[in-house]
């Protein structure tokens, strides 16, 4: 297997122990709009620097970084070990640094550590951030050596001290070696040469039907190039396991992204997949095949956009399943017609405290666990995956299986009566108005007794 | 006070198939729960876990699971193995499409 991806350019290397791991970008890098510089050639240099780097083979556990190129942050930099959020400052481009972010277990915000960092002091930065961690990081015990622990034993104020004070020692180790890669493997990511045309037949199918518009309206994100548009493909089909296509359906978005796409393709942590360079004249036909295919589902950033991490169906460390639930949710809102009406919406579910279904992030996420041989699922509101992130809070005593979907929906209902307008998102009216009234839609009975 | 021993079966998965199985009293193995060798005691239970991984070659992850005596032969205590019996519930693939099939 490992030759065989191998043949297709692809390893394995540092996808496991106590190593940096894979970097990871935004699924929106080169295209979006809001892009100052795309992040992928910062997260090929910080891959090359990290791979088999002597130093930080030992470290006290995994170590993620995550490299966002806009300041709407798409890649969830605040919850990696290491964010980079690319800013602008006076005019010159450069990071901000986050540390300390995570889920799992004992979910955390990142820390800003540097509010300004010169992009050509980001290995320097780095190493010394890792060199800091490697030192002070805890190594007794297994749940407390990611360096979120670190941070908060110790203080982002000294880990910040420690870290500069490293950052003097090592900056002067680095003599532009790792500009002039940098500069060489920027050109592995120029752009395609996009090309230009009328974008009639977009706006014709745009007005005439219906079922283009709703898809164009949700699954289209804005390109740098305005005659270009980033298509969002849904595999988040209601009913259908989230993420899941198949070999069929690949061989269609690969071809798809040959013939339309500049010969690129990507999947999104949404679980998702991305043409990101796409002329606006070809959506029409790309959503035609799409729809053959069963891939046209209208519904990202809405309530069946659900990521789901594979469960107790699949994973032996779940402790409850979390795809039918998802399966039920989609189904469920598809028969009651109201996704488009409730809008940005987005529910997560892990089957484990793990957390790999990021629920901690989720505007709704939803935990499963075993109670005492029972599966049980408990609720948490108000987490946020962008640049405004936040760990959502739980409310209270979790739900049964056959519970959980009816208590989603009587989240969604609260929701509908109190926000202040159409287009209050769920996450603004819960910021606004706070966890009392979803408590109360949620736990009906409490109420009566405390009346 | 330790506490006491209950009934187990010895479940893996296939190496190369990946089918939840279970071992049988004879050394094989099968995809069947109700067919699967009920253990009562607990030192024999360290002994047949100990002769179902030596087959190591075509099998993978055995452990003990608790179960209990059925009309049928062995049922499943735990949500867990209920699941693993009858395969994913998302999709019918694996022993289900077999199933399907007869």
Not at chain 1, 2 to 15: F, N, P, S, V, Y
Not at chain 1, 32 to 51: G, K, M, V
Not at chain 1, 209 to 222: I, K, S, Y
Not at chain 1, 378 to 392: C, K, N, R, S, V
């Amino acid at each position: 297997m490992l030759d065989a991806l191998g043949e297709a350019g692809l390893h394995a290397i540092q996808t496991s122990g106590t190593t940096t791991r894979n970097t990871t970008a935004d699924h929106f890098a080169g295209a979006a709009a809001d892009e100052l510089t795309d992040p992928r050639p910062y997260a090929e240099l910080i891959r090359q620097w990290s791979t088999d780097h002597p130093e930080f083979q030992f470290l006290g556990r995994k170590f993620k970084i995550a490299v966002t190129g806009s300041p709407n942050d798409r890649a969830v930099t605040k919850a990696h070990d290491v964010g980079l959020r690319m800013v602008e400052q006076n005019g010159e481009i450069g990071f901000e640094v986050i540390v300390g972010g995570g889920l799992g277990r004992t979910p955390m915000v990142g820390k800003i550590i540097r509010d300004f960092l010169p992009q050509a002091d980001l290995l320097p930065y780095l190493e010394s951030v890792l060199s800091v961690y490697n030192v002070l990081g805890r190594r007794d015990n297994k749940y407390k050596a990611r360096i979120k622990i670190t941070v908060q034993e110790n203080g982002i104020d000294k880990i910040r001290e420690l870290v500069e004070a490293r950052f003097e020692e090592r900056r002067r180790e680095f003599d532009g070696t790792d500009q002039a890669l940098l500069a060489e493997i920027k050109t592995h990511f120029t752009p395609p040469a996009l090309r230009s045309g009328a974008t009639d037949a977009y706006q014709a199918a745009y007005n005439a039907d219906p079922v283009f518009r709703a898809w164009a309206d949700t699954n289209l994100a804005a390109h740098r190039d305005a005659d270009h548009a980033i298509v969002t493909i849904s595999i988040k089909s209601h009913g259908a396991t989230p993420g899941d296509a198949s070999a069929e359906q690949i061989r269609v978005m690969a071809d798809l992204a040959e013939e339309f796409g500049y010969d690129e393709l990507r999947i999104s942590h949404q679980q998702n997949v991305i043409i990101p360079h796409v002329h606006k004249s070809d959506l029409p036909a790309i959503h035609a095949r799409l729809k053959e295919h069963a891939l046209a589902t209208a519904n990202i950033g809405l309530i069946s956009d659900i990521i789901a991490c594979p469960g107790m169906d699949y994973c032996a460390l779940a402790t409850a399943r979390s795809i039918p639930v998802a399966q039920q949710i989609a189904s469920r809102f598809d028969e009651l017609k109201l996704e488009h009406d409730i809008g940005h919406l987005q529910i997560k579910i892990s089957g484990c405290i793990n957390a790999c279904g990021h629920h901690h992030v989720a505007h709704i996420g939803i935990l499963g666990l075993d109670r005492a041989g029972v599966e049980n699922y408990q609720i948490t509101l108000g987490g946020d995956a962008t640049e405004t992130a936040e760990i959502g809070k739980r409310t209270g005593p979790g739900f049964a299986y056959d519970e959980i979907v009816p208590a989603v929906e009587r989240l969604v209902e609260a929701y509908l009566a109190i926000r202040s307008s159409d287009e209050e998102t769920f996450l603004e009216t819960y910021r606004r108005l706070g966890m009392e009234p979803f408590k109360s839609a949620l736990y009906p009975e409490a109420q009566k007794k405390v009346a | 006070m330790a506490r006491p021993f209950t009934p187990k079966v010895i479940t893996a998965n296939d190496l190369l198939e990946g089918d939840v199985i279970y071992f049988m009293s004879d050394d094989s193995w099968t995809r069947d729960l109700s067919q699967a060798e009920l253990i009562v005691d607990e030192a024999e239970a360290q002994l047949r876990l100990l002769d179902a991984e030596r087959q190591n070659i075509r099998i993978v992850g055995a452990y003990l699971a608790d179960a209990t005596a059925g009309e049928q032969g062995p049922e499943p205590v735990h949500f867990r193995e209920d699941f693993r019996r009858k395969g994913p519930s998302n999709y019918s693939h694996g022993k289900q499409e077999a199933e399907a099939h007869v």
